[in-house]
């Protein structure tokens, strides 16, 4: 397997979008990546958590992410879900997805076999990345 990596998308207003969906399955189309697990969860105006299944979504959503639905196992806990949905502020949804990024797959074969050892592996927080880009545009435009 490659590297599995996991997203949480946090949307306002208990409101899903179903235009993710086309970009997912482009990813997953163009072998970038594997889609492993996708949970719903929501959180309504009183604090109360729910969390769905893609064929629990309905209508719309559930129209646009069915391409997933029997494709995807079950990976993420309940432990996870409540984690996820204790952090929700009210009358709000996210989208947990759990991925393996197929494109590593043969990049970290070839390391193998060249006599590599993986020493360690991260992701660096959007926050940081955030923060780089400004710095370096700041410094361009001096």
């Known amino acids: 397997m490659g590297p599995v990596d996991w997203l949480v998308v946090r949307f306002p207003g208990n409101r899903f979008k179903g235009r993710i969906a086309p970009e997912i ?4 189309d163009s072998g970038i990546v594997r889609v492993i697990d996708l949970v719903f969860i929501r959180k309504d105006k009183d604090g109360n958590v729910a969390a769905f299944e893609i064929d629990e979504l309905g209508g719309e959503d559930e129209n646009a992410f069915n391409i997933f639905s029997g494709r995807v196992d079950e990976w993420l806990s309940q432990d996870d879900i409540d984690s ?3 952090d929700l502020p009210n009358d709000s949804s996210a989208g947990a997805i759990l991925f393996e990024n197929l494109w590593a797959i043969r990049l970290k074969e ?3 076999d ?4 993986v020493i360690a592996q991260g992701r660096v927080p959007p926050e940081l990345i955030e923060q780089a880009r400004q710095m ?7």
């Open 84 to 86: 996820i949905g204790r």
């Open 110 to 112: 070839a390391m193998l």
């Open 136 to 142: 370096i545009r700041s410094s361009r435009s001096k």
């Open 114 to 117: 060249a006599g590599g050892e």
């Open 25 to 28: 399955r482009r990813l997953e």
